[in-house]
Nanobody
Framework: QVQLVESGGGLVQAGGSLRLSCAASGRTFSNYAMGWFRQAPGKGREFVAA????????YYADSVKGRFTISRDNAKNTMYLQMNSLKPEDTAVYYC???????????????WGQGTQVTVSS
């Protein structure tokens, strides 16, 4: 089992920045690809970004490319999402996830955190 805990969410004005963190415990962190998904009210959970085990490969949703940066520190068992130039449409609950492969698909991930709320005001 892998336990994931997100932090760093909050309320920010449009154009601002936030940095989300995902702390992992349990099995060896570096054995897992990691990802971020988000879910806005009334919508399904959508892919945001993913990173491979050794951080050599990253993927981004088109909607966040150029604004968000995913990273990980395997020595600290932690993954990050730096979010810049935030827009009201980025408002959602952001979920950290771990799985076997870094993909854009929900089904690739086995473990999920409880989520952290990000609200961007206009």
């Amino acid at each position: 089992q892998v336990q994931l805990v997100e932090s760093g969410g909050g309320l920010v004005q449009a154009g601002g920045s936030l940095r989300l963190s995902c702390a992992a415990s349990g099995r060896t962190f570096s054995n897992y690809a990691m990802g971020w998904f988000r879910q806005a009210p009334g919508k399904g959970r959508e892919f945001v970004a993913a990173i491979s085990r050794n951080a050599g490969v990253t993927y981004y949703a088109d909607s966040v490319k150029g604004r968000f940066t995913i990273s990980r520190d395997n020595a600290k068992n932690t993954m990050y999402l730096q979010m810049n130039s935030l827009k009201p449409e980025d408002t959602a609950v952001y979920y950290c996830t771990a799985g076997g492969s870094a993909t854009r698909s929900l089904s690739s991930y086995s473990y999920w955190g409880q989520g952290t709320q990000v609200t961007v005001s206009s």
